[in-house]
């Protein structure tokens, strides 16, 4: 997998990457905040790309649901 990095942010401990996998012709979003140690990976729609990169939290993942 080929991720090369679109856009980097930093605010306080929550970093927010925006990379593309040009493999998948994906846009992929990294959240990390390492204050609390959450992280979460996204695939994002490609034309929704400046959109997530601004608001991560909206394309956070579901949390898996319990067996």
Not at 1 to 11: D, F, G
């Amino acid at each position: 997998m080929a991720l090369y990095e679109l856009a980097e942010r930093r605010a306080n401990d929550v970093i927010v990457r925006l990379l593309w996998d040009s493999a998948r012709n994906q846009v992929v979003l990294r959240y990390r905040d390492r204050e609390t140690g959450e992280a979460f990976v996204a695939d994002v729609p490609n034309p929704r790309a400046l959109t997530a990169f601004r608001h991560p939290n909206a394309f956070r993942p579901e949390p898996a649901a319990a067996l």
